[in-house]
């Protein structure tokens, strides 16, 4: 045989054995029927929540027992819920995690930071978003020495815009956020923009709005939230994390069971009203939710994981054909509002506190990738 021959024939068997894992692939793009119809996701009872089932809010069951198979297989999610229509119809705990676990939540806990400066915008505590930062630390005014930290606004403060640096950007900073913020650390950290010109994602910030929300009505934000938002939504607060001087964190340390993070989901879902009490405003819902910053977070997360955005302390994410609103912590935690489709979806995850870089990061992403992907393959409205 000819070394041309050899080399044709050479190349029939790689092509022929590429068709083959092509195929074997192919056969092999997600779980058997069988395998989905032995996931149990049936909510547990409890008289806190009205429940269903997938197909009885007009959800293919199929999609959500392929929901729960795949976060089996995410190795730090603790909870998963969806909610549709109002209803809890589907619920499963992992990996130690329990119906009344009460858990830091993480960043999400901006979200209920943004939800509280707007009870307070209403309750007329505050009088405008532009009221200036420096209006409610008049102890710091003496020491302020860049003179752009006065123009900074509550609103640039809710869209991170404020100017404020990302804490891990540096290990000074990254120091700071774990050994715990002060008020002063306001004239301590540098800006590193002009407030207003562009995003940059800041705990610091965050726990600012809280603050000033808090000096604001004449009180601590714990007990601010406990009047106004907690007891309204029927929820159980668990410990809440302070600050050096007593402020509690606005950006991180709120610990809360997943059951009642999907109040707070419903609350935003419905406009800011439970059970027929308006609690929070239903146009502050709307301004929250919309999109101030697009590219907002520069780092891949997943194919289905795409035009990332911020609002007043919520995310905005694309998936499929939804833009969902998402409240999202440190380790995957999520309260995804997906007002398209009348959805909620809760995930709990463990928190990695003090734990970062690229392994954390990938399981961060496991997370969020399980929500996403979900999303992705609902139906079209």
């Given amino acids: 045989m000819s070394e041309k021959s050899r080399n044709f024939q050479y190349a029939l068997l790689l092509y022929a054995g590429i068709i ?19 996931v149990d996701y049936t909510p547990l009872s409890g008289d806190d929540w009205e429940v269903s089932t997938p197909a009885e809010q007009g959800v293919d069951p199929e999609l959500v027992a392929e929901l729960y198979y795949n976060a089996a297989d995410v190795e730090t999610l603790k909870a998963l819920l969806v909610v549709k229509n109002g209803k809890l119809i589907a619920e499963k705990y992992f990996h130690g995690g329990s119906v009344g676990q009460d858990e830091r939540i993480q960043s999400v806990t901006k979200s209920y930071t ?9 309750q007329g505590c505050l009088t405008s978003l532009d009221q200036k930062m420096m209006e409610f630390f008049p102890e710091l005014t003496d020491r302020i020495r860049d003179p752009r930290k006065e123009q900074i606004s509550i609103r640039q403060m ?15 900073l990254f120091d700071l956020l774990y050994a715990g913020f002060r008020p002063s650390n306001l004239v301590d950290v540098p800006l590193v923009r002009d407030p207003g010109s562009d995003f940059d994602y800041s705990n610091l910030t965050a726990h600012l709005v809280g603050v000033v929300t ?52 419903l609350l935003y879902l419905n406009e800011g009203s439970y059970k027929g009490n308006q609690i929070v405003p239903t146009d502050w819902v709307e301004e929250s939710l919309r999109v101030y910053s697009e590219d907002a977070w520069g780092y891949r997360v997943g194919r289905n994981f795409k035009d990332i955005g911020y609002g007043y302390q919520w995310w905005s994410v694309t998936a499929g054909d939804y833009q969902y609103n998402l409240a999202w912590g440190h380790g995957g935690q ?48």
């Fill in 20 to 38: 083959f894992v092509l195929s074997m692939l192919v056969g092999c793009g997600g779980p058997s029927t069988e395998a989905l119809a032995a």
């Fill in 114 to 122: 943004s939800a509280l400066t707007g009870i307070a915008l209403e």
């Fill in 158 to 172: 809710l869209q991170m815009r404020a100017g404020y640096p990302w804490e891990e950007s540096s290990g000074e």
């Fill in 214 to 265: 808090a000096r604001s009505c004449g009180t601590d934000l714990k007990s601010f939230a406990q009047e106004y938002l907690f007891g309204p939504l029927e929820v159980e607060v668990g410990e809440w994390i302070t600050d050096w001087e007593g402020n509690y964190n606005g950006h991180g340390d709120l610990h809360f069971n997943a059951r009642d993070m999907a109040k707070f989901g």
């Fill in 334 to 381: 999520q309260i995804a509002v997906v007002d398209g489709y009348d959805m909620v979806i809760v995930v709990k995850a463990d928190p990695l506190f003090g734990d970062h870089g690229d392994t954390p990061w990938k399981r961060e992403k496991e997370n969020l990738n399980v929500v996403a992907d979900f999303i992705s393959s609902l139906p079209g409205e």
